[in-house]
């Protein structure tokens, strides 16, 4: 069993309707069931390792984007750091997914300028994205781990809309259509997602690693194509390239930077 914990970046608000935000962004960190206890061991000794080195509680939560712009909604232990300190911290903490080999992340970026008609439809089409591809490469068996050839997935996202979530899977079991190009031209067919089991199973990020292990990668995504000013002063919009090891580059072989990032 494969389980992919997911979040995201940005917001799906359309620029016309006031949302600063151009691009949604979603990351999805893949671990298999049999990885899943020394990935998070790898993941504690980190904490442990921030707790030794700033005075980081362990149950403190890392949310990439607050630990740059909105300091005041961090835990206490994270709020007294300094902000290049905060921000030594995100990249320290891809630097640690990094070196999990038992991992890969799924990202996903949507750019709303002209594309969509509305916040619904970027949503839909980033979480339908997501696990279209986490299906994909499950089924072809691109995961590190066990890979055995019956195996299935099952998804925990951050505190999202499960009900809209829960929907968009029960609906891709029955219909998908997808398009394929052809040397004729583009074909629609209709390609059910196989072996996602279950609802989505929500998650507080505030209690997972890895659900903020995901935050960390969606938040490196979004500024790497649309940084604030103060990550690209500091250089923190190329820290998404230091996740490269972990990507997972099947996800999408038409990505010009490599990296396997799905762009819609």
């Not at 914990?5 to 151009?22: F, K, L, N």
């Not at 835990?75 to 903490?93: C, G, N, T």
């Not at 997914?97 to 509305?118: E, M, Q, Y």
């Not at 590190?144 to 999202?160: K, S």
């Amino acid at each position: 069993m494969y389980l992919m914990y997911a979040d995201e970046s940005g917001d799906c608000g359309m620029p016309a309707d006031g949302s600063p935000c151009r691009y949604f962004c979603l990351s999805g960190v893949v671990v298999h069931e049999l990885r899943w206890l020394d990935t998070i061991n790898e993941l504690l000794a980190f904490r442990r390792w921030l707790r030794q080195r700033y005075g980081v509680f362990l149950e403190a939560e890392i949310h990439a984007a607050e630990m740059v712009n909105k300091p005041g909604k961090l835990d206490p232990s994270l709020r007294q750091l300094k902000k290049h300190e905060r921000l030594a911290i995100v990249r320290q903490f891809a630097d640690k997914l990094a070196t999990l080999s038992d991992i890969r992340i799924i990202n996903v970026v949507v750019d709303k300028l002209g594309k969509v008609p509305d916040k619904e439809e970027v949503f839909r089409w980033a979480w339908y994205s997501l696990f279209q591809r986490f299906d994909n490469t499950i089924r072809y068996r691109n995961f590190p781990g066990p890979n055995h050839q019956h195996e299935r997935g099952i998804v925990f996202p951050d505190n999202t809309d499960g009900g809209k979530l829960k929907q968009f899977l029960a609906r891709m079991r029955s219909t998908n259509p997808l398009s394929l190009s052809l040397a004729g031209g583009t074909v629609v067919i209709n390609q059910p997602i196989q072996v996602l089991i279950e609802d989505p199973v929500m998650r507080d990020s505030r209690e997972s690693y890895l659900i903020q292990a995901a935050d960390c990668s969606a938040f490196l995504l979004k500024q790497s194509i649309d940084p604030s000013s103060y990550m690209r002063k500091s250089g923190g919009n190329a820290y998404f390239q230091r996740l490269l090891p972990v990507l997972c580059t099947q996800a999408s072989m038409k990505d010009p930077s490599g990296r396997g990032v799905v762009r819609l």
